[in-house]
């Protein structure tokens, strides 16, 4: 099966730093990642759907200048949460679809605990 | 817009036995795909079982089934011979068919507890 990796597993930064999180595709290339926030026992709450090579689609209310999204390849997209706050301590999950064809399924990755403390 | 609702927050079971989760949705297309994702505590995503909207047949995956009733939009899952691995939160999840790159629209979940 496809596998998607999220790099970092957790992370604790300082309030007022900058975090970034890597999401690749190990084995197909992805034409649209996805990237979602989920809190405690909360479904996943879409943020941004990034394609390559193009300017992310951020949902209603999400900071565009606060979560910079980057899908620089078709194997790597980044989120990058500025100047983070506590508040912005959450669980941040990524997924890819493939690219060609219509592949209905979307793989995830492992997910990213962000602490900020 | 599309939505998708989960009504129980909360379902328990025995193990061995057999339950059933809810799930309504709603749009107004006609071709979409419909998916039953489990999160265990690891919090890793993982398909169980989908299903496209324009099969009348329902799909199933070993113990998993689903009951799709597209006209009443009802997509319910039923595990069967339930185990003690099948705790996990479920999350019933709509993606429309119009390209590749259609964004999931999750619930809100139902979170499973299997008792030995």
């Known amino acids: 099966g496809a596998v998607v990796s999220q790099h970092p597993s957790w992370v604790i930064c300082k309030s007022g730093t900058s975090v970034k999180i890597e999401c690749r595709s190990l084995?197909?290339?992805?034409?649209?990642m996805f990237w979602y926030r989920q809190f405690p026992k909360q479904s996943l709450m879409l943020m941004a759907t990034?394609?390559?090579?193009?300017?992310?689609?951020?949902e209603q209310g999400v900071e565009k200048d606060k979560f910079l999204i980057n899908h620089a390849s078709l194997t790597l997209s980044t989120l990058t949460v500025t100047s983070a706050h506590p508040e912005d301590s959450s669980f941040y999950i990524c997924?890819?679809?493939?690219?060609?064809?219509?592949?209905?399924?979307?793989?995830f990755g492992q997910g990213t605990r962000l602490t900020v403390v | 817009a599309q939505t998708v609702t989960q009504s129980q927050p909360e379902m328990s079971v025995q193990e061995a036995e057999t339950v059933t989760l809810s799930c309504t949705y709603d749009?107004?297309?006609?071709?979409?795909?419909l998916f039953w994702y489990k999160q265990p505590p690891s919090r890793q995503m993982i398909l169980v079982i989908r299903q496209e909207a324009y099969k009348q047949q329902n799909a199933t995956e070993n113990r998993f089934s689903v009951n799709f009733q597209k006209a009443a939009k009802s997509f319910s899952l039923k595990i069967s011979d339930s185990q003690l691995g099948d705790a996990a939160m479920y999350f019933c999840a709509y993606r429309g068919a119009q390209g590749g790159s259609e964004k999931l629209v999750f619930g809100k979940g139902t979170k499973l507890t299997v008792n030995p």
């Open positions: 997924s890819a679809t493939r690219q060609g064809g219509q592949n209905t399924e979307a793989f």
């Open positions: 990034s394609n390559e090579g193009s300017k992310a689609t951020y």
């Open positions: 084995d197909f290339q992805a034409t649209t």
């Open positions: 749009t107004s297309e006609s071709d979409y795909y």
